[in-house]
């Protein structure tokens, strides 16, 4: 039976025990105290722990690498350590150190506190690298430089002795050693104890250099052949010369002979230029192509109305025959130019200068400049036509001679009679009191060098005079009674007359005339007349009848028109006593016009 480190009571079994002349009987239990068996542990035989340099003292050990002593019963137990060699360094390591150690198993105890196991550490990879690098054609070598690659543990070449050296090639002293192609730059000089250092070449890149050519600048003027284009190289090393470059430039420019003045770029295109060490760019320049001069001559200006400017209208200038003196002959069918600012040196009628400026129309202007130009012409200022009419004038017979006015048409600029000088005047021979009749209207008076004053008549049209109409109407006072306003004479016509018309309502025709009332009537009393015609409403007109001296045919003045009353009323009334004393006895006081009639026709207004 395997026992586990712990502590067990002995128990007695005395049941198999017998004896004739005794009695068996157990004793006091005792202990059985089993303890922890003591074992070690050591590297075993030909172990050897190995790893590549990685800057730290870290191992890994395997199961294998170490042996247990004094286990028993084949017990499986697992040992628990801290590994680390001696040293990080390759030199330096020579075996592992197991510290820190237990075991997992209750039943033994490790008397073994720390062992060696033996190991070593080979040297870690190290590349370093030629930097590339680039110049250009004519540069002196560059300061070579490396790169690492795989350094452990955060390391840096700090730990690398030794300086980097360099071999390359290229050497700009050396004509046969500074073409414009790629060197190797070969590394080397670099040592280390814990890395195994592999050198990688780099490339020297050296790019052509770059040769400018750049057109000359060229000026011409216009009309002027086209000139040859050159043109200058710049960027040569090492003193070479054109000598080093096959081909040649060659020069475009959108110029031609007709070309307007302006500046055009010369380009260069250096497509077909080679050299071994050189590459090629082209630079543009100018050709200036400067304006021809010309000289203008043979503007006129045509005479103008007066119109109160100095103001040039576009059609007044004349410009067909204008000489373009220094025009080349293809440019001909081109001429043409521009008039501008044209004024009158006054703006008053008469023969004037008219001052411009000139200037080439678009596709001259492109191509020449002005040396001389016309800039005035002599052009005159003709009068302007006014028109002063007299205004046509309406009176009545018998007005007094009336204010004439006139109006005014075709003044310049806002201009009005201010402008004129003298004053309106005007002839009509209409005296007051003249017969309807049509007089002419005569003006004149103004005068102006500015204006060809031109006068039209206006006419005065004395019409037909009426009378008044009468104011009509009955009298408050005396029933049945007509009152009228009397007219007034006009001129020279006195009124001869009135003339009465009494009308009942409803009725076309009066039923009262009476056209022999004279000048001086102002009522008439138609009561009785009222009365003769009965009952109804009734209302009376009065017309102002003109003399016909000094108005035949009343062709002066005419009969007024009817002045009109109100209404009048009459009623009938029926007459009729009791047979009573009180009535008979009243008969007496009672007066009719007519005692015997039966009824009787009351005017308003009556008593």
């Known amino acids: ?43 075993a035989d030909n172990a050897k722990i190995t790893k590549i340099y990685d800057g730290t003292t870290s191992a890994t050990v395997k199961t294998s690498d170490y042996v247990f002593s ?14 680390a060699y001696n040293s990080a ?31 070593s550490v080979s040297k870690a990879p190290l590349k370093v690298t030629a930097v590339n690098k680039t110049i250009t054609y004519g540069d002196n070598a560059p ?33 046969n050693k500074r073409s414009a192609v790629k060197y190797s730059i070969t590394p080397s000089g670099l040592s280390s104890s814990n890395y195994e250092i592999s050198y990688i070449d780099g490339t020297l890149s050296v790019n052509k250099a770059k040769i400018t050519v750049t057109a000359d600048d060229k000026s011409i003027t216009y009309g002027d052949n086209l000139p040859d284009y050159t043109g200058k190289y710049s960027g040569f090393k090492y003193g070479d010369t054109a000598s080093v470059i096959t081909g040649t430039p060659v020069y475009t420019c959108t110029a031609n002979t007709t070309s307007a003045a302006g500046t055009y770029d010369i380009t260069v295109n250096v497509s077909g230029m080679s050299a071994a060490n050189y590459d090629f760019s082209g630079v543009k320049g100018k050709l200036t192509i400067v304006r021809h001069a010309i000289n203008i001559s043979g503007i006129t200006v045509n005479d103008k109305i007066y119109d109160g400017t100095t103001n040039v209208t576009a059609l007044q200038i004349v410009t067909g025959s204008v000489n373009y003196e220094g025009i080349l002959e293809a440019d001909k069918k081109n001429e043409g130019i521009n008039v501008s600012n044209a004024k009158y040196n006054v703006k008053d009628a008469g023969s ?47 007005s007094t001679v009336p204010s004439y006015t006139y109006k005014a048409a075709g003044f310049a600029n806002g201009e009005s009679v201010t402008n004129l000088s003298g004053s309106i005047a005007y ?20 005068t102006s060098t500015n204006y060809n004053i031109k006068y039209e008549n206006g006419t005065l049209t004395v019409n037909k005079a009426k ?11 005396l029933p049945g009674t007509v009152t009228w306003t009397k007219s007034a004479q006009i001129g020279s ?6 003339e009465l018309k009494l009308y009942k309502d409803g009725e076309t025709e009066p039923v009262y005339t009476d056209n022999t009332l004279d000048a001086n009537a102002v009522s008439k009393d138609l009561l009785e007349t009222i009365r003769s015609k009965g009952a109804g409403k009734y209302f009376a007109t009065i017309s102002a009848i003109a003399s016909e001296t000094d108005n035949a045919l009343k062709v002066n003045v005419a009969d007024s028109d009817d002045g009109k009353s109100g209404y009048k009323y009459a009623a009938e009334i029926s007459i009729g006593y009791a047979a009573d004393e009180i009535s008979q006895a009243g008969k007496s006081s009672i007066s009719v016009h007519d005692e015997s009639a039966v009824s009787y026709v009351v005017v308003a207004g009556e008593h």
Do not use: H
């Open 352 to 398: 004037r200068t008219v001052n411009f400026t000139v200037s080439l129309n678009s596709y001259l202007a492109a191509r020449y400049t002005v040396g001389t130009a016309q800039n005035s012409a002599p052009s005159n200022i003709t009068t302007k036509d006014l028109t002063v009419t007299a205004d046509d004038k309406s009176i009545i017979y018998g």
């Open 493 to 498: 016509i006195a009124v001869s007359g009135y």
């Open 1 to 43: 039976t395997t026992l586990f480190r712990s502590t067990y009571d002995i128990v007695l079994d005395l049941s198999e025990l017998k004896a004739e002349n005794y009695t068996f009987k157990a004793g006091s239990t005792v202990k059985l105290n089993v303890e922890k068996r003591e074992i070690t542990v050591a590297a």
């Open 467 to 477: 009378l008044t109409t009468p104011t009509v109407s009955w009298s408050s006072t």
């Open 89 to 119: 360094k390759v030199a330096e390591a020579e075996n592992v150190i197991m510290s820190g150690l237990s075991i997992d198993n209750a039943n033994y105890k490790l008397a073994t506190t720390t062992f060696n196991i033996n190991g």
């Open 143 to 175: 300061e070579y430089s490396v790169t690492y690659s795989e350094f452990v543990n955060n390391e840096t070449s700090s730990v690398i002795s030794g300086t980097p050296e360099f071999v390359c090639a290229y050497d700009n002293t050396n004509e």
């Open 70 to 83: 004094n286990i028993v019963n084949g017990d499986e137990i697992n040992l628990k350590y801290t590994a």
């Open 427 to 446: 002839e009509c021979s209409y005296k007051q009191n003249d017969s309807v009749n049509m007089y002419i209207i005569t003006p004149s008076g103004f």
